[in-house]
Structure formats: structure tokens, C-alpha cells
């Protein structure tokens, strides 16, 4: 996954390290297993590298005052090879003479290793990033530095973004990507060059920007850009103006970003529908256009990955309901290697927080020609995804900076809701009596936050559990679905959702007094079915902590009170927000890293 990022100075005073150091923060999201930057100093490559976060490069470069014009970095998630210097970015090459960045997956880097050893080259890590730099390095010595990056791209399979430096051109940086993110951005004040994955993680200022495409190379120094194809022919680009603006995002004093974004959903959803409201029901601007196309629509395609796959999951039914449309929702990570019938007429959602997330992007390639009509759902304006698509729906909830998506889950919960109203307008379908039930979601919200501390005491209570259930029935098992991967990316605890009718099927045999069972039950109309399974756990003494709007005694005495405000139907955006903030306090008492938790990256840009 990784965040690449480089620099070029030009008529600013810009310290290049510094400037690289600045930015692979903005990229952090992308990856924080290990970071590096390098620069050519006097003829020399530098390289600085570490395990762990960006922050600790500093202490690493020192006071020591370089001279300098350019630099690249580098923010790693570990695909090839562990968690150690060797293996971090920026790769030197055998012969010391480049120094590269690489963000994606070199799938035949075994072949190409196995090509270069027979020609006495040699590795010190285990990355496919070394056989990547080895492999210029090594056709350097027979071309000119752009026809051997050609070649080498020529026998690489996989997708990547790739950026490097080299000895013999000292003031250029060179630029190469298939299918991964990699913009160049040349401020209009300074002519200062930010080449990035994400050009939101450029300096705040306004810049011309390019974004590299498949099998292009970019060769970039302070007084030009030139970008050839992959028969190393010169490509003129048009490009496009972006206006960076990177506010400082603070904790505004709580301990952490997650619990700060938890506490913001309340206002942004009240900010969301404000936005969308539109005479008495509410409507998107951006699908005015695709009017014609949702008449036309037959089928509604949902396509993400991880909590973005669970809001739809969640939404699925309502939309159903509301459209009359048959939905199909899609792992987004399983879908190229899935039968698919085709049916015409289809209306592709897909959702996603980073509009990076490959796998999502990969299934959106793979069919989207046959779509009538790709909508993109997603938080970053900048994205691939958004624009890949046809049509951008902006989640409005600013930037997300902890891993574990609440904010961002929400909004995407919230728009397809409010997706589904504007789509049952254009095919005069009745709606009316959600309109007041929707505009009571902040409400609701307001009432969880008040709960906090009832919940943050049942999250030290069941902090002891070494493994969680969650459970409840049709939307509510969706949304036990969302909190058990909450619970486990940030407390590293083992979960399981299940629909509780299926716990007599199997399951139940993992009921005894270590298992607890976390249940969610908002929908009146099968509530009375929920608590007879969840009877069934209990007559085997397993533990259940309950999350109802009234409370039955007789299963448990750990209930706390969700008031959705009269509505089953979006009742799960509390609940969800609920096992938020169990996830978070109980993370908490464990005293886990909860903004950044391992092994995880808040953009995951392999497939
Ligand atoms: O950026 P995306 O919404 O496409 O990301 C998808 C998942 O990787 C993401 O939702 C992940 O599951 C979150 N960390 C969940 O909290």
C-alpha cells in the first residue's frame, strides 16, 4: 500500500527533507509499518530509513544542515518481507546509484529476482521494491535512465506507483505508474514540483496538477516536465488546477482522532441533511443528470470493501423497499473472481472512504462498461474513484484520520438512505412517512453520546473476554456485522457476528461462561424472536451484554438503552454508533494503539 511522496524545490526556500517529512505525514493513512526518505547530496545518495512512523525520521537526519534541490519519501505497509530497516523504503540499488520509492505489488518479482541473480545481483531485503530498483539499476549500465525504467516496466506484471532518484541525474526525479495513483503538482507561486499518491497531502497552495497514467514516465526537475509513453514517445497532458487546503486537524481535546470523529457524527449528520433537504423530502444535485438513467434502472449493483461493504450491507433491504430495484451488494475484493450474470440496466453504487482502496477499484474496472451508470460514494474528492465514475456523491464529514472508519461509515449509511428517498422521488414512489423518521437520526445520536459513560462502564466490565459474538437479526445482524469489525481492528480481540437464529446451528456449541455475546436489538418487529436465541445462550450460561430500547430482564441485567427515536427502520445508525463507543472504551481500558492499530493502514491501495 504505502504513500510515496518527492519533492523538487524551485523558487521557495523549501528544505526538501523537510518538506518530504511534512508530507509523508499527510500519507500516513496509507501505511505506518516503516519510513524513509533519500535525497542525492554532492553527488551522493542519502538514504534515511526507520521502523515505525515518520516522527522518528527526524531524529534520525539530525541538525545537520544539507544543501540540497530534491528529495523522495516514503510511508510503508509491508506486502513483501517484515518490519525492518532492510526492508523499508527508499531501496538502494545494488550498484548505489538509485535510490526508489514504490507503492503496489510486483506479482513476478520471484522470476525477475531469479533473472538478475544469474547476473551476479544482489539483495539485502526481502521486498519486491529491491527487485524493482536492482532491475533499472541493472539496465542503466546499457541505456540512457528512462529507456532502462521503460524496459523495466516493460517486464513487470502487477500494479504500482514507482518513484526514484539516480546518481547520474542528480536534480531530476523520475515517475512511473500502472494502475496506482501518482500526481505531480507544480505550484503556481513558487514553480515548486510535489509529486505524491494523493496530491490532498501537497502543501497548502494551488497547483497545476498531472496525475501519471498507466506505463508513463515522468522525468521531473525544477525546470521541466516531461512525460513520455511507453514507447518513450513525449505525451502532452492537460492536467487540471487543484487548490490544497491542509488545515492542521487537531484532537480538539480528546485523546483520540476516533473518539473525536465519533463525537462529530451527530453534527454532520444534521449538516448532511441539511444539505440534502429539498422542498419536504431531500434530493442530490449531483444526480440531476441521471434522471433519464434511474428511470431506466432495473438493478442496483453495490460494490466496496470492509466497513463500506457493510453500509451497504445495512442499507440493502431499505433500498429494496424503497426502489423496488433488486440489489445485489459485492465484496469488492471477491468480485473479479465472480460469476456474473449480466443484467442489463444496471446502476453501479460504489462506496468508499479513500476512493484509493484497490480491490474496490479493480471491481469497478472490471465491469464498468456494462454499467448504465457508475455512482461513486465516497469522502475524497481527489480520489481514483471519483474520478472513475460517472457521477460523485461527497460523504461531507471532512477528512477521517483514525483507521477504524466511524464517521465516514455513518455518512456512507446516512447517503444511501437519503440515496434511496431521491431515487424513489424520480420514480414516484411514496415515501412520506420516513422523512420525519430520518430527521430524527441526530437526535438518536445525541442520545447514545449521552450514554457514554453506561457504555464506556459495560466496555471495562467485558474488556476480560477473550473472544466476542455479536449478534441480532436482519438489519440489526448487519450492524453487529460493522461493530464486531470495530472490536477487532482496535482491540485486537477475536469477533464473530451471527444472525442469531442461526447461533442452534452450530455456533451455540462456543457458549460457555468465557464467551461473551454482544446483541443488538432495534427492530421491534422481531425482537421477540432475538431474545428466544438469546435465551438459548443464556440457559448455557454464556454472558450477554444488550443493546435495546427496553429492557428484558429475564435474559440479562447488562442493558443499555438505545432511544432511536420511534424509528426501527434507522435504528441502525445509533445502534452502530453504540458499538462504536463500546469498541472504543473497551480498546481503551486495554490500553491499545487505537488511531493507528497494527497492521493496518486507513487506505489499502493492494489488492
Ligand atoms: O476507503 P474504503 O472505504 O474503501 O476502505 C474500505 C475498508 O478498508 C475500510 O472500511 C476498513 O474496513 C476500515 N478500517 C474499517 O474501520
Known amino acids: 500500500m504505502c504513500g510515496i511522496y518527492g519533492y523538487i524545490q524551485s523558487k521557495s526556500q523549501k528544505k526538501p527533507l523537510e518538506q518530504c517529512l511534512d508530507g509523508l505525514k499527510n500519507l500516513q493513512y496509507r501505511g505506518y509499518d516503516s519510513a524513509g526518505v533519500a535525497t542525492i547530496c554532492d553527488g551522493d545518495l542519502i538514504a534515511f530509513k526507520t521502523v515505525g512512523k515518520v516522527d522518528l ?19 510503508r505497509w509491508a506486502t513483501h518481507g517484515g518490519l525492518s530497516t532492510e526492508n523499508a523504503h527508499p531501496q538502494i540499488d545494488y550498484q548505489n546509484t538509485l535510490a526508489l520509492v514504490h507503492n503496489g505489488i510486483i ?15 544482489t539483495f539485502l531485503s526481502q521486498t519486491d521494491t529491491e527487485v524493482v530498483t536492482n532491475l533499472i539499476s541493472y539496465f542503466c549500465n546499457q541505456m540512457s535512465i528512462k529507456e532502462a525504467a521503460l524496459k523495466a516496466i516493460s517486464m513487470i506484471e502487477g500494479s504500482f506507483a514507482i518513484v526514484f532518484i539516480h546518481k547520474n541525474s542528480p536534480d531530476s526525479i523520475f515517475a512511473i505508474a500502472r494502475s496506482c495513483p501518482l500526481a505531480i503538482g507544480i505550484c503556481d507561486h513558487t514553480s515548486d514540483v510535489y509529486i505524491s499518491s494523493d496530491p490532498s497531502s501537497f502543501s497548502s497552495s494551488s497547483y497545476h496538477t498531472t496525475f501519471i497514467d498507466s506505463d508513463e514516465i515522468a522525468v521531473i526537475s525544477n525546470s521541466s516536465l516531461l512525460i513520455y509513453d511507453f514507447n518513450g514517445k513525449i505525451k502532452e497532458k492537460s492536467g487540471s488546477h487543484l487548490v490544497v487546503k491542509n488545515k492542521d486537524i487537531t484532537k480538539d481535546g480528546f485523546d483520540h482522532y476516533m473518539h473525536k470523529e465519533i463525537h462529530d457524527q451527530s453534527f454532520l449528520c444534521r449538516e448532511i441533511l441539511q444539505k440534502r433537504k429539498h422542498q419536504d423530502s431531500f434530493y442530490f ?27 451497504g450491507l445495512i442499507a440493502k433491504e431499505f433500498l429494496e423497499r424503497l426502489t423496488l430495484f433488486p440489489i445485489s451488494i459485492h465484496l469488492a475484493s471477491e468480485y473479479r473472481y465472480t460469476f456474473h450474470l449480466d443484467k442489463k440496466d444496471t446502476t453501479c453504487i460504489v462506496i468508499s472512504q479513500s476512493g484509493e482502496t484497490a480491490d474496490t477499484l479493480a471491481a469497478l474496472r472490471y465491469k464498468k462498461e456494462t454499467f448504465l451508470q457508475t455512482i461513486a460514494l465516497c469522502n475524497v474528492e481527489s480520489s481514483t474513484l471519483t474520478r472513475e465514475c460517472d457521477l460523485f456523491i461527497p460523504l461531507l464529514v471532512g477528512k477521517e484520520i483514525s483507521v477504524c472508519s466511524t464517521k465516514a461509515f455513518t455518512s456512507q449509511l446516512l447517503n444511501l438512505y437519503l440515496l434511496g428517498i431521491h431515487f424513489s422521488n424520480v420514480l414516484g414512489i411514496n415515501h412520506q412517512k420516513l422523512i420525519s423518521e430520518i430527521n430524527n437520526i441526530p437526535f438518536a445520536i445525541d442520545d447514545i453520546l449521552s450514554k457514554e459513560n453506561i457504555i464506556k462502564e459495560y466496555a471495562h466490565k467485558y474488556s476480560k473476554y477473550p473472544f466476542f459474538l455479536f449478534t441480532g437479526r436482519k438489519d440489526m445482524y448487519y450492524t453487529s456485522i460493522e461493530a464486531a469489525l470495530k472490536l477487532k481492528e482496535i482491540s485486537y480481540i477475536p469477533a464473530e457476528a451471527m444472525p442469531a437464529g442461526e447461533m442452534k446451528h452450530g455456533p451455540i456449541a462456543l457458549i460457555d461462561k468465557n464467551m461473551a455475546t454482544v446483541a443488538f436489538i432495534g427492530n421491534e418487529e422481531i425482537s421477540s424472536k432475538t431474545l428466544s436465541n ?51 472504551h473497551l480498546a481503551k481500558n486495554l490500553d491499545r494503539e487505537i488511531d493507528f492499530p497494527r497492521n493496518l493502514a486507513k487506505s489499502v491501495t493492494v489488492e
Not at 107 to 121: A, G, M, R, S, T
Not at 286 to 299: A, M, P, R, V
Not at 302 to 308: E, V
Not at 534 to 541: D, K, P, Q, T, Y
Request: with cysteine; proline share 3%.
Open 57 to 75: 525520521l527526524n531524529s534520525l537526519i539530525g541538525s545537520k544542515k544539507y544543501e540540497l534541490s530534491m528529495a523522495i519519501a516514503h510511508t
Open 285 to 311: 444535485s449531483e444526480l440531476k443528470k441521471s434522471e433519464q438513467k434511474i428511470k431506466q434502472t432495473k438493478h442496483i449493483d453495490i460494490i466496496a470493501c470492509g466497513s463500506s461493504y457493510n453500509a
Open 107 to 121: 506479482e513476478n518479482h520471484i522470476q525477475l529476482k531469479q533473472f538478475l541473480e544469474k547476473k551476479d545481483v
Open 534 to 584: 438469546l435465551s438459548e445462550i443464556n440457559a448455557r450460561n454464556g454472558q450477554i451484554l444488550l443493546f435495546a430500547s427496553e429492557i428484558p430482564s429475564h435474559i440479562t441485567k447488562d442493558v443499555i438503552l438505545i432511544n432511536s427515536n420511534g424509528s426501527n427502520t434507522f435504528a441502525p445508525i445509533p445502534y452502530s454508533i453504540a458499538g462504536q463507543l463500546f469498541s472504543y
